[in-house]
């Protein structure tokens, strides 16, 4: 059987911001659901493969904030596919406020503007990941789930064969919010809960042989990037 295929949705253009498709012969699995009201370019995502809401398996949520989980309620009324999220970012997805710890000066500003505390379709995922890793070979997706905290508690990974990863917003690149222009570049995301935590999950993850880290904002980024940036996380403390 052909490898997954990752197809990346973009929910806003550039690389500002996107979601995946995981695609294997006629099953999908989604990764993020982006913003609010994003139904119609995921759906754009599947007919480009041939396949419908019906073909989508299984959601998993990287974690809860508005632009990754904001259209899951939506989502889950078109395909009647489970979501999956980790047990500690439940809170967020049934209305808690995000903590938000800026990284920088677009961090601040965007917080001022109150977009991402935004009250979104709440919703309770119906597989709940306790555990630090899930595999779903037995569901014939060769992938796994890690825990990946950080960003925020229960952010999780999805990894792939040929070192292929989707690590949310472990990292980002670009400017601004991420994507738009230098996308080879890493960066912090605009928020980011626990900065070591962030760094030794990403140690995590090359450690794991990760080589292509695709990422909510901005990337897709090669493990040398990744190396570097968990180095500047590690020297700069805030
Ligand atoms: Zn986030
Ligand atoms: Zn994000």
């Known amino acids: 059987m052909t490898k997954p295929h990752i197809e990346t949705i973009p929910i806003l253009p550039l690389g500002m911001l996107n979601s995946f498709l995981i695609v294997h012969g006629d099953d999908a699995i989604l990764v993020d659901t982006g ?37 899951a309620f939506g989502i889950k009324a078109l395909t009647a596919a489970p979501i999956c999220a980790h047990v500690l970012e439940v809170p967020y997805c049934s209305g808690q406020p995000p903590k938000l710890a800026a990284t920088g000066p677009f961090g601040r500003t965007f917080q001022k503007t109150g977009a991402i505390e935004r009250p979104f379709p709440y919703f309770k995922p119906d597989e709940i990941m306790t555990a630090g890793e899930m595999g779903l070979e037995d569901r014939g997706f060769p992938l796994k789930i890690i825990h990946t905290p950080g960003h925020t508690p229960g952010s999780v990974s999805v990894l792939l064969e040929n ?45 794991r042989g990760c080589k292509t880290f695709y990422l909510g904002h901005g990337g897709p980024l090669s493990a040398d990037r990744i190396k570097e940036h968990v180095s500047a996380l590690r020297r700069v403390q805030v």
């Open 35 to 71: 913003l609010p009201g994003s139904e119609a370019k995921i759906f754009k995502t599947l007919k480009k493969h041939g396949l419908s809401w019906l073909n989508v398996k299984l959601t998993i949520l990287t974690h809860a904030h508005i632009d990754h989980a904001g259209s």
């Open 163 to 207: 070192g292929r990863v989707i690590a949310g917003d472990l990292a980002a690149s670009g400017v601004l919010l991420g994507g738009i222009l230098m996308r080879s570049k890493p960066k912090r995301p605009p928020f980011e809960e626990d900065q070591l935590a962030v760094a030794t999950s990403l140690e995590l993850l090359l450690q």
